[in-house]
């Protein structure tokens, strides 16, 4: 907490109130994850409003799309309500049809889908694939896989970022643009691209709107790590060769 | 194409995507058998195959392959689907 107050844009909010937000925030998302019924998941999806939910929609589905997003910031309602608005779409998640046991399936099944115009959804900063490198979010070093970049590079796709919301008393979505792979861009460049406009969305969340800040478990490990001058790392399911340290979060 | 040919156009896309031109598989190897066959070079090699023997696999066709033998069965199902 004390790490992430001294890098927020809200320091107009005292040391408390700003950790009071960060703890409702956090306890709400835990809630939701844990005793959400699927009735009170699908009244958060009602509750974001209609136009904005007909205008992603438009969006998403009018170009062959990968949307991305974190394991944090309401990742289960955020995941739910992208499968329920593109019931035909693919979520990569740890469970689930398109899950990372089998990678290769899971990913082929995406590429077919935004090949389709029907959009995926992705956290590249999950454990799922073989690790290929870090980033760097607030100093924190992170572990990721190529997945997603390979994803959007393979299928020309254009690359957004998926936010699940507070506002007022329910919920919004926000989608930010991201990279597109250039006609004839390698894959190494399109890759630091994607990874650059990654980490600055984690870096806006992290530093944003505490009321708008759950932390998960993930998360806490890999900036408790970082403070202790280590570097987290998921247990990856999918044929890594290296494992150091083990989460079973997702 | 027999089983064999078939074999050798896996093991020759996938030695130049593992940049390993003395890759050797047989119809028992498996992804985790080979050094740097991980997901995204499955879907590599899926690609590949579509592009050389012009045929498009479904996502449903390619879960769950567990060997390179069951990767031939399947290309050998798309080439009799296409005569």
Partial sequence: MDFLYSKTRYSSISRGDWEEQVRTATALDENITRRGSAALLKEIGHGV????????????TSAPTLAVCYHGGFSVPR??????????????????????HDGAFALFAAREAVLGCRPALMSPDGRFGREAGTINVLGAQLPVTEGAPFLAHTTNAAVVWFALLRKENGFTLEVSPGPQPDKGERFSAFRDRFYRFYVDRLEEAFTGDPSNLPLSVNWKLTFGAMLAGKVYRQRRPTRSRDETQHSDSD | MTRQEILATIRDILADILDNESLQLTESSTAEQVQDWDSINQVKLLIGLENELNFRFSASEVEGLKNVGALIDLVQRKLLAQT
Avoid: N, Y
């Fill in chain 1, 49 to 60: 409003d209609r136009a904005i939910k007909a205008k992603i929609k438009r969006q998403l």
């Fill in chain 1, 79 to 100: 995941r739910k309500l992208f499968a329920r608005m593109f019931p035909e779409g693919v979520v990569i998640g740890a469970s689930g049809k398109h899950a990372a």
